[in-house]
């Protein structure tokens, strides 16, 4: 992204739990988005984040070339802290200087965001009844949305101090100070710009969301209806030609509990506020999202449509998705092919779930997923490779060198089909991969592809880098075959209760992968119950690997140990946190780190590349000094990249930003200090 003011493109960038560091203030980032996420962006060549929301800052720097306590010299908006040879403090306000920062050249003078803020509010005068500060005139540039009609940027009256902007043309809001709305009839509504009463709920009483500083109100009723609800998207008062109902609803405009009768209050949506009702059927009650459910839909959990039915029928059902009980007399989706499975309503149209297309009315294609064509017993016409391919099942062990061109292992004594014209080899589980198949990983349908071209493909789910082989894809994010292998639910050894796909389930920025205690990403498994849950990475570890040049026993995945001495690592050499999971024998007592064992690039073959230009080498006896730790490659493969040598990713990053910069998924080795 280019903004004005600076020559550099930004990166948009977002932390969990809000921690994003801002250049240029000192307050976390909330307001408007969800709270789990801090969200801004990042310049990589002056090494500074800032939230969105301070990006204002940029368009302002030509308007303000003084300060009133510097009267004089201009000053000069700096991206890069402040200068080595001066005093990195506020010259005004004594606190230290962020990245961004104001600085007169003349004087070695610096002054923070803040007091220069403060200083250009100060000389607006500015001032509007609807807001106790003062203002500026500022295109806020389209990441700042207006109060009143939710769009973005453009001219209008801004408040650096709140965070707020108002166009120009939305002022006109303000000449009403009472409005009559249908969502409630009864009483006039008064313009509040302070926010809601402290008497009353503080969100807006018809969709639940915080109202803000601006919203209307009703002092009979304490009732609030924030600015979406009451100019932007009123809700209407009526609704008919349903889906999921065949009478006309009213809306109810009132805080009022009640249990919905298209989902039953399923997934903890719970009924507080607002509901269509149906008169006519002794008052069912539909939550506003229900009343917009679709009839016929396709999830990705399951190969055959489902249908909304209302109720669903006596029975003990069990949701597909969520695994909890379904109440059979309220509304749920149901297969008419396979008449057990159900889901919830609220379930079956979760985005991760439906890909958003009604399919009420549109005929079922029969897609086409055979990988092949049988020619004949023993040859097939693979669409990934462009010669015949023979069926060999002799039973014969080929060479451990010899690998399936799309899972990338070696063939071993497996049927494998082998083409007569090149060296290309599948292992017939391969060769009958299906072209397209629905997945938990994505809402539309994934199809198979092979990458050929060693581009720079990473796993969306274990968000490892792949080197070549198969991979599945939806058009936008790529999965390797283990993790698009993977059913729901997930049964692992390392707990006793089946794991769920938990994308965006709102779990605490506290918890950790219980393998390698590392932060969740949006693709999880986990047991909500019982806080418990592990990234792709680590759930589709291998419960066994042969590494001959170190042991010539298996290996066994050992999921942590309460133990009170050390352990240390037969490859590297550097001790084992005994509580993450690491690779032993059982044997000879063998400890090794995963990393170690495994390294983080599936499908990886000797002389291929990742990354575009980077090469991959398996590391051998000889162990090279890796350029930017220089420490002895450890893992299974090193790096080379214009003939310099790296024992890992990170590392090959490592010389080319800081380490703070790396996204936390590249997995910073063991051997290797991520902070320095």
């Known amino acids: 992204m280019k903004i004005k003011g600076h020559t550099h493109n930004l990166g948009r960038i977002g932390y969990p739990g809000g921690g994003l560091e801002c250049g240029a203030c000192d307050r976390s980032y909330s307001d408007g988005c969800d709270p789990s996420i801090c969200k801004g962006f990042h310049c990589l060549k002056c090494e500074f984040d800032v939230h969105t929301k301070c990006l204002f800052v940029f368009n302002i720097q030509e308007t303000l070339f003084e300060h009133p306590l510097h009267v004089g010299h201009g000053l000069k908006l700096l991206t890069t802290g402040a200068p080595d040879h001066t005093d990195p403090k506020c010259h005004i306000c004594g606190k230290k200087t962020k990245r961004l920062l104001f600085h007169c050249s003349i004087c070695n003078l610096n002054l923070d965001i803040g007091c220069m803020v403060d200083a250009m509010c100060s000389q607006s005068h500015l001032n509007m009844p609807w807001h106790n500060h003062t203002l500026l005139m500022l295109d806020v540039g389209d990441d700042m949305r207006c109060k009143v009609c939710g769009k973005p940027g453009g001219y209008g009256y801004c408040c650096p101090r709140c965070w707020l902007m108002v166009h120009e043309k939305c002022v006109s809001v303000f000449d009403s100070p009472e409005i009559t709305h249908s969502c409630h009839a009864r009483h006039s509504l008064k313009l509040l710009t302070e926010g809601a009463p402290d008497y009353t709920d503080l969100k807006c009483h018809l969709c639940g969301k915080k ?101 669903l029928g006596l029975g003990e059902w069990k949701c597909g998705i969520c695994l909890d009980k379904i109440d059979w007399s309220y509304g749920a989706y149901s297969c008419s092919t396979c008449p057990s499975y159900a889901l919830h309503s609220r379930c079956a149209t979760r985005k991760d779930v439906w890909d958003g297309e009604e399919l009420d009315g549109v005929p079922e294609e029969v897609e086409d997923m055979e990988p092949f064509i049988r020619n004949d017993d023993n040859t097939i016409t693979h669409f990934a490779h462009e010669h015949n391919l023979s069926l060999n099942n002799d039973g014969i062990a080929l060479e451990e060198s010899i690998l399936c061109g799309a899972c990338v292992r070696p ?18 589980t391969c060769a009958n991969l299906p072209k397209k198949k629905r997945h938990f990983l994505s809402p539309t349908p994934l199809t198979l592809y092979h990458n050929r071209d060693n581009t720079d493909t990473t796993c969306g789910a274990c968000l490892q880098m792949c080197c070549e082989g198969f991979m599945y894809t939806d058009g936008g994010g790529n999965y390797d075959l283990i993790c698009s292998s ?58 066994t690997v042969r590494l001959h040049k170190y ?115 590249v997995v910073c080795p063991s051997w290797v200090d991520r902070r320095a």
């Open 211 to 311: 109202t803000g500083n601006f919203l209307y109100h009703c002092d009979i009723c304490k009732f609030n209806m924030d600015m979406a609800c009451a100019i932007r998207s009123p809700l209407p008062v009526t609704l008919s030609n349903l889906k999921v109902h065949e009478h006309t609803l009213k809306l109810i405009p009132r805080l009022i509990s009640f249990v919905c009768d298209a989902c039953g209050n399923a997934c903890g949506k719970i009924g507080d506020r607002s509901p269509y009702v149906c008169l006519q059927c002794d008052l069912m009650f539909f939550h506003q999202g229900c009343t917009r459910l679709p009839r016929t839909i396709h999830v990705n959990r399951h190969d055959h449509r489902v249908s909304y039915k209302y109720p």
């Open 411 to 428: 063939v071993g004594s497996n049927a494998f089909y082998k083409c007569s014209e090149c060296s290309f080899i599948l292992d017939e």
């Open 486 to 543: 993977m059913t729901m639910p997930f049964i692992h050894g390392s707990h006793p209760h089946p794991l769920l796909y938990l994308q965006d389930r709102n779990i605490s920025d506290r918890e950790r992968c219980q393998s390698c205690h590392m932060g969740l990403f949006d693709e999880v498994l986990g047991c909500v119950q019982c806080n418990y849950y592990l990234d792709f990475r680590c759930a589709t570890l291998p419960l």
């Open 551 to 665: 042991d010539a026993h298996p290996l066994t995945l050992c999921y942590g140990e309460k133990a009170s001495g050390k352990y240390w690592c037969d490859i590297c050499e550097r001790e084992i946190n005994p509580e993450t999971w690491f690779y032993t024998c059982h044997d000879c007592g063998v400890t090794l780190h995963v990393y170690c064992v495994l390294g983080n690039v599936r499908y990886a073959k000797p002389g291929e590349k990742i990354a575009g230009d980077v090469e991959l080498m398996f590391n051998t006896s000889t162990r090279p000094l890796c350029n930017n730790c220089h420490c002895r490659c450890a893992a299974p493969f090193f790096l080379i990249k214009e003939k310099e040598i790296f024992c890992s990713y990170f590392c090959l990053l490592r010389t080319q930003m800081r380490a703070s910069s790396i996204s936390i998924i």
